[in-house]
């Protein structure tokens, strides 16, 4: 800010004045506004906060464009560059805790208002919010013998980290703490006693049931749709699938990954002495906003222990309308014609993780008025909806997916909602049920849409049963979007869009989009996902070619021709609409061949 080199090496902390007074100086601020905010400074100085955090508080605009406020971003921004210092947003995916907390202690970070942000042979990165003070440099430089190179981050990122990081790691430090005797037990093969080291961590310990509600809020906060906590030999490591994509969040001691799946496994109400079978449960709990959110926990020996997945179900979703699950309007129409008939069986058809149980539980919501009455059987029940009736598949009493729908059909349902049609028993019940005058919708794994009639086949269900009984089959895959804070107009590439397009000739749009990254979607330049959708309604020329021997191809080409679109076509019309990019598509859509 100006400050004279004496100053400089003697350390400054921010002053609201002088501070205003170099806003001024650049033009963020008018004078004017300058006088309204230092007649308040007695407020400021009571408030005890970082003069930042007090103008962003104020909601001021900002003088170069009125349109906009000087949020603590832009004045956070303002103040790097100022200082000479890059920006830093502080990213706890990006962060590795474990090695920056061990550099300073808690109380020497919060002191000086400063943390580690990364770590290696030559350097420590420190963030702070206090850029011209520098009465810690040197007793850092010499403690860690390291050079320390400085940054600027936003205050209130700061002190929430700064106490969230050393909360985590005291709590992995408590339960790793080292006496007695210990045998560990990595896998069935191997056993390995290990002197001086502590018993596995008691899963009611306080530090365990902390990391556990970090771990949980964290990915609440972070977005992510599974939780993977993985045992390897001596770290185990905990990953988040955040849009689709993997990251690693945390690396932690094995014995207490050990600690925290038995934790869960409590609260999930299973077996935790039984470590040699995979398990599911499930558990309920809120999110910092009050929101009740699902997880399906599922457990699955491997060779250093048990792993754990938590898929987290979030009940907003079953709010969403179909186009904010990415229908368009025709979309939107063709499904709507399969589902509102009275009989018959609608199908969903993709991999795990594709959106087939939010688009079902979407539909049943919807279909499930207090004058119909809607049954589901499920293995398991992926989220608890009040509007229907749902029963879960259990082996163990030979209650099963068949046997679940011939019991049903004794509740005098109107729709019967099959959670999978996995063989020849379950398909003949589901076109039991749809010749007797119910709609039942089911889901299989196939790639597209027209090859779901050929697994029906490959199951040994008669082609004129199909014929009779299949509306139609919905192929769905989830690409993600773009950002919208920060994706920049492209050109296109002619040759990924005659890819997308085939076998259609269509006309490439004048622009799309690509993906840049901000701190909003962490710098990937994607945020969020949507569904990209193929439906073929079983009618006309396309019904009549379901045989004994279906040729794949014809019945392909036959939808197409009857107005299906394929999932790259529909993909094609989300990059010209400019919500997603011709790489992301031909990523996860299938390659569609015609004769």
Not at 61 to 82: C, G, N, P, V
Not at 548 to 576: F, N, P, W, Y
Request: aromatic share 6%; proline share 4%.
């Amino acid at each position: 800010m100006g400050l004279s080199n004496r100053e400089k090496s003697a350390g400054y902390m921010l002053d609201l004045s002088q501070l205003v007074k170099h806003l001024v100086r650049d033009g963020l601020l008018s004078e004017k506004q300058s006088e309204e905010v230092l007649s308040q400074r007695r407020d400021a100085q009571q408030a005890r906060q970082h003069p930042l955090e007090y103008l962003a508080g104020l909601k001021l605009k900002d003088a170069r464009h009125t349109d906009k406020t000087l949020d603590l971003e832009t004045l956070t921004h303002w103040l790097a560059d100022d200082a000479g210092q890059p920006y830093f947003h502080i990213d706890p995916l990006k962060i590795d805790t474990a090695s920056v907390t061990p550099v300073m202690s808690q109380a020497f970070a919060q002191r000086h208002q400063i943390l580690a942000v990364d770590v290696n042979d030559r350097e420590v990165v420190v963030a702070s919010s206090q850029p011209w003070h520098t009465g810690w440099e040197e007793n850092l430089r010499h403690v860690c013998q390291r050079e320390v190179r400085r940054v600027v981050c936003n205050p209130t990122d700061l002190t929430r980290y700064t106490a969230e990081f050393y909360k985590l790691a005291k709590s992995i430090t408590g339960a790793s703490k080292t006496d007695g005797v210990k045998t560990a037990v990595t896998n069935n093969f191997e056993q390995m006693l290990e002197l001086g080291n502590a018993q596995a961590p008691d899963v009611n310990d306080q530090h365990i049931v902390n990391i556990v509600d970090w771990l949980l809020q964290y990915a609440f906060e972070q977005r992510a749709s599974d939780i993977h906590i993985e045992p390897r030999r001596d770290q185990g490591h905990i990953r988040f699938r955040i849009d689709g994509v993997l990251h690693t969040v945390y690396d932690m001691p094995s014995q207490v990954v050990a600690a925290v799946t038995s934790r869960i496994k409590i609260m999930g109400r299973m077996n935790v002495a039984e470590k040699r079978r995979p398990q599911d449960g499930r558990l309920k709990t809120r999110s910092e906003e009050g929101n009740e959110i699902e997880l399906r926990l599922s457990t699955l020996p491997t060779a250093f222990g048990e792993k754990m997945v938590m898929r987290i179900f979030d009940p907003d979703v079953l709010l969403k309308s179909f186009g904010e699950l990415g229908f368009s309007k025709e979309d939107d129409s063709r499904w709507h014609q399969m589902v509102k008939q009275s009989n018959g069986i609608v199908l969903v058809t993709g991999p795990t993780g594709s959106g087939k149980t939010t688009t079902l539980y979407s539909t049943l919501k919807e279909l499930a008025t207090d004058e119909v009455n809607v049954c589901t059987i499920e293995d398991p029940i992926e989220m608890v909806e009040s509007s229907f009736n749902q029963m879960q598949v259990q082996h163990n009493i030979d209650l099963n997916f068949a046997s679940g729908v011939r019991a049903l059909m004794r509740q005098d349902p109107d729709i019967i909602m099959i959670g999978e049609i996995r063989d020849l028993e379950t398909a003949e019940m589901a076109i039991q049920a749809a010749l007797t005058g119910h709609l039942v919708l089911s889901t299989l794994h196939t790639n597209d849409a027209p090859s779901a009639i050929t697994r029906l086949l490959e199951l040994g269900v008669p082609h004129y049963l199909i014929r009779a009984t299949v509306l139609g089959v919905m192929a769905q895959r989830l690409v993600r979007t773009l950002c919208p804070e920060c994706k920049k107009p492209a050109s296109v590439d002619e040759k990924s869009w005659g890819e997308l397009t085939r076998p259609w000739v269509a006309e490439s749009p004048k622009q799309i989009a690509r993906p840049v990254g901000c701190q909003a979607c962490r710098q990937t330049g994607y945020l969020g996902r949507t569904g990209v959708y193929e439906l073929m309604l079983l009618e006309g020329t396309t019904r009549d070619l379901i045989s004994d021997q279906c040729d794949l191809d014809k019945l392909r080409a036959s939808a197409i021709k009857e107005g299906m679109h394929t999932l790259r076509l529909s993909g094609a019309q989300k990059v010209a609409a400019g919500l997603t990019t011709m790489e992301e598509v031909l990523r996860v859509t299938p390659v569609t061949v015609t004769r």
